[in-house]
T-cell receptor
Framework: DTEVTQTPKHLVMGMTNKKSLKCEQHMGHRAMYWYKQKAKKPPELMFVYSYEKLSINESVPSRFSPECPNSSLLNLHLHALQPEDSALYLC?????????????FGPGTRLTVL | GQSLEQPSEVTAVEGAIVQINCTYQTSGFYGLSWYQQHDGGAPTFLSYNALDGLEETGRFSSFLSRSDSYGYLLLQELQMKDSASYFCAVRDTGRRALTFGSGTRLQVQP
């Protein structure tokens, strides 16, 4: 299984809602990532988990809260988002060592905040 | 920090060869990667260069010159399906993450 899955594919939420994005991989990868991507822009790193511990937080606002329940799962909890948070949210995973350069991306969740 | 520069757009015809350049500035260096992303799709890994020289994978090749902080992606025998955005990405030593360039949008015309 060389796939990263993400649910849901699309999400529309109001600014007062709480929702969660889910990501799963069964490749045995020990690094997992959340990216945010706006149209015609590169993926922008948000968080990195390495061996289920948060290793990088790119100064992301606290309305985004990541969670790594186990080595296969990654969640992104959303609360009190702003319309400018509307974007494609991508999850990725990779092996350690030189494998950090080869990341496998999920199809993304397209988020719209009203 | 890191910064990468690549052209914003390139246009070529089917069957042609195109080269997408990437220059980078990093405080450390641990390899240059290339990713392809079709509209509406997710980025997919194409290649990785840690050492100077050319890496070939089918119609795609990637080159790195660490002394010049420069690399390129070479696409041969272009096909319409190669129309996509291409991102170079670098990893700093000691940092378990990639920084992506702004992307080059390749349009292949018939």
């Amino acid at each position: 299984d060389t796939e990263v899955t993400q649910t849901p594919k699309h999400l529309v939420m109001g600014m007062t809602n709480k929702k969660s994005l889910k990501c799963e991989q069964h490749m045995g990868h020990r690094a997992m990532y959340w990216y945010k991507q706006k149209a015609k822009k590169p993926p922008e790193l948000m968080f990195v988990y390495s061996y289920e511990k948060l290793s990088i937080n790119e100064s992301v606002p606290s309305r985004f809260s990541p969670e790594c329940p186990n080595s296969s799962l990654l969640n992104l909890h959303l609360h009190a988002l702003q319309p400018e948070d509307s974007a494609l949210y991508l999850c990725a995973s990779s092996q350690g060592g030189t494998g950090f350069n080869e990341q496998f991306f999920g199809p993304g969740t397209r988020l719209t905040v009203l | 920090g890191q910064s990468l520069e690549q052209p914003s757009e390139v246009t070529a015809v089917e069957g042609a060869i195109v080269q997408i350049n990437c220059t980078y500035q990093t405080s450390g260096f641990y390899g240059l990667s290339w990713y392809q992303q079709h509209d509406g799709g997710a980025p997919t890994f194409l290649s990785y260069n840690a050492l100077d020289g050319l890496e070939e994978t089918g119609r795609f090749s990637s080159f790195l010159s660490r002394s010049d902080s420069y690399g390129y992606l070479l696409l041969q025998e272009l096909q319409m399906k190669d129309s996509a955005s291409y991102f170079c990405a670098v990893r700093d030593t000691g940092r378990r993450a990639l920084t992506f360039g702004s992307g080059t949008r390749l349009q292949v015309q018939p």
